[in-house]
């Protein structure tokens, strides 16, 4: 089966690839079969290969894990719940963690659903959108839930959106959602450097950076729960080689704030940080 993914959409090759690898170790912290068999048809693109190592594949993992955690807690805690995946790639979330739940949305770029539609088969519960989550449009499509049972998980997506874009997609969601939880990763630190010129080469720049989670309330978002991936890799770090020595190495601020996953409410009124 071939691909004609470019730019942004490509990058769902990484985060699929780095979920196969760790479902085939035998020490790993997700399985994903279904992914493992969609993987089996999917090419994979030499470009890719200056951002794919075993400590990338490791952070991925990591953030996919630790998201899949916060998914099952907010399903366990809104019997009603309803979840939307922003540029949701190839993830096999829903079948890892969510059928639960009421309602499940992936949504992404045309080209990335028709990719998806090869493997994966929609229904009444689980329906795929084909649409930018800069669109807007797709918030009519969002099944009726109390906001609060509303989850909005945004993996590896918003750090290729402008500044301003990702505000009006911040205010969109506040305005239809009140209360809401968003769930998104967002980088800085180091990764300015060598990692954003390699994306830049693949067409896919980065281009929304944050100094750390207190630039979030400016944007109008409470912020509940903040994770350093490198800080928590480091509950591996038989995997980090040399990186494994230095623990103190993820405390320092462009290291811990390379990537970030946050969880936050929509809230009419941005408070200060909850956790």
Known sequence: MGSTLSGVPITLMLTTR????????????LP??????????????????????PFSQL???????????????????????????????????YYRVGQSSQGWLELDLPEVIA?????????????FLPA?????????????CPPKSLLVVAEGLLMYFEPHQVQSLITALKQRFLGATLVFDAVGGV????????????????????????????????????RSLLQEMYRYRDRLGA?????????????????????TRLQSTASPLEF
């Open 191 to 226: 990764t300015r450097g060598k990692t954003a010129r390699q994306l830049s080469a693949l067409d896919a720049p980065l281009k929304w950076f944050i100094r750390n989670e207190h630039d979030l309330p400016k944007l109008g978002l409470s912020v509940v729960e903040v």
């Open 59 to 93: 952070c991925w993992a990591v953030r996919a894990r630790l998201i899949d955690d916060m998914v099952q807690q907010h399903l366990a805690a809104h019997p009603q719940a309803v979840v939307v995946e922003l540029g949701s790639g190839l993830s096999t979330r």
């Open 18 to 29: 780095a979920r196969v690898d760790e479902h085939h170790r035998p020490d790993g912290i």
């Open 132 to 144: 930018s989550a800069l669109g807007l449009n797709w918030l009519d499509e969002v099944p009726d």
């Open 115 to 127: 990719l998806r539609r090869q493997f994966d088969r929609e229904s009444d519960h689980h329906r």
């Open 243 to 263: 990186f494994r020595w230095v623990p103190w190495l993820g405390q320092l601020p462009p290291m811990r704030n390379a990537a970030l996953l946050i969880k």
């Open 32 to 53: 994903d079969p279904i992914g493992a068999d969609w993987w089996r048809s999917l090419p994979w693109d030499s470009a890719l290969d200056g951002l794919y190592n």
